[in-house]
Each structure stands twice: as C-alpha cells, then as structure tokens.
C-alpha cells in the first residue's frame, strides 16, 4: 500500500516571502498522480496543483510550483509570494494510475501561517 | 448552489442518537466519496459510490450506514456512535471512479459524539 508523509506539522512564513512544504511517499509503481490540496479555515478543499508521474516538467499553476523528484519519490510544494489567503491546511496526495479507482492517499497536512 | 454542499456543518449527538449527514453535488458527477478528516490523522476514505453502486468500503464499522439514491445525492446515517467518531466528515464527487478525473470537495459536517 502506498503512504504519504508530510513531515513539517507547521510552516510559517512572511507575506510576499517564500514558503516550501516538504512530501515524501512510498509506492512501487511507476505511473501514478501526486497533488497538492488546500483546506482553508471554511474547511473546503481545493486542488492547488497535479503532477503527473510520467511527466519530467515539474507543474506550476500561478505563484505555486512543485519541485518531483521521482527517484527519491519526493513532492515539495513551493508558494512564492505568500499572501494572506494562502493561510490553510495542505495535503499531498497520491493516486494510482496503475490501479482501478480514484483513490486518493492522503498525507498528514502541514499548516501555513502567513505573517503580515 | 455550485459545487458540493454538506447539510449540516456542525452536528452534536448522543451515542445512543440516530442522525443522518447529507451530500449534494450540482456538477453532473457519477461519483461520490464520504472521508473521515480526525484530528492529526490523515483524510481517510470510507465509502465509495460509482453510478449509485457501493465500489468501495473500507472496513468502515456498520454503524456507519450510507446511502446514495441517486448520483446527485449522498447520505451517511449514523447510529450508536462512539465518541472516537467525533471527526471532520467530508464528501467529495468526481466525474466517475473508474478514470482519472479531479474530486471536488464539500465543506464537511463536523460531527461531536458525546
């Protein structure tokens, strides 16, 4: 069975700063999807960012990028000038493109703070 | 509405009450999850529903029953709770379950068993 880790329970960061949220997983397969999701305080979660396994470019989507690491399965999500709405939960996630069903495995989340 | 609704957002019961949570998907899906969402655990899935057919249960105790009448709708009925259940319950629906395709969330019910 594949296991995410997000071993940073808190991050904390300056408005207009950066701050990078570190996720390793375990899997043996080699296709697969990684995410970022984000709960905010109204606790609805909201995809930030997909990567997927086979593809080498690290995806980006506006302030948000991901550094993939394939080889050392790691999934880091970097946030470039942190905003005040950034405030919230993160989740990495990890779904099987090898396996049948849209099962997401979930990380633990780390939580950002943004400072004004 | 948009999106995935939850009804209600805080729900406080006994252990010996009977209550029911409710989903509601307004975006054409076929696929409806419920997550259990604990304190420093992470999301876990407990129920999947494909074309209103249960595809997955994951050694979810029977106490929780779900529902799901129809594609746009979901429910968790719950009895006999214990307080370990108190927790962050979250829907989510996608295009189907057997193709890669994004889950969108609801709020939660965040559910308190005294």
């Known amino acids: 069975a594949q296991t995410v880790t997000q071993s940073q329970p808190e991050m904390s960061v300056q408005e207009a700063e950066t701050v990078t949220l570190s996720c390793t997983y375990d899997?043996?397969?080699?296709?697969?999807?990684l995410f970022w999701y984000k709960q905010p305080p109204s606790r609805q979660m909201i995809l930030v960012i997909r990567?997927?396994?086979?593809?080498?470019q690290n995806a980006t989507e506006n302030r948000f990028s991901v550094n993939f690491q394939k080889a050392a399965k790691s999934f880091s999500l970097k946030i470039s000038d942190s905003q005040l709405g950034d405030a919230a939960m993160y989740f990495c996630?990890?779904?099987?493109?090898?396996?049948?069903?849209?099962?997401?495995?979930f990380g633990g989340g780390t939580r950002v703070l943004v400072k004004p | 509405e948009t999106g995935v609704t939850q009804t209600p957002r805080h729900l406080v019961m006994g252990m010996t009450n009977k209550k029911s949570l409710k989903c509601e998907q307004h975006?054409?899906?076929?696929?409806m999850y419920w997550y259990k969402q604990s304190a420093k655990k992470p999301l876990e899935l407990m129920f999947v529903?494909?074309?209103?057919?249960?595809?997955e249960n994951n050694s979810v105790p029977s106490r929780f029953s779900p529902e799901c009448p129809n594609s746009s709708h979901l429910f968790l009925h719950l009895h006999t709770l214990q307080p370990e259940d108190s927790a962050l319950y979250l829907c989510?629906?996608?295009?189907?379950?057997?193709?890669?395709?994004?889950?969108?969330f609801g709020p939660g019910t965040r559910l308190t068993v005294l």
């Open positions: 989510a629906s996608s295009q189907d379950y057997f193709s890669y395709n994004e889950q969108f």
């Open positions: 990567q997927e396994a086979y593809k080498q």
């Open positions: 996630a990890y779904r099987s493109a090898e396996a049948a069903g849209n099962k997401l495995t």
């Open positions: 529903y494909n074309f209103k057919e249960q595809t």
């Open positions: 899997t043996s397969e080699s296709d697969y999807y």
């Open positions: 975006l054409g899906h076929n696929a």
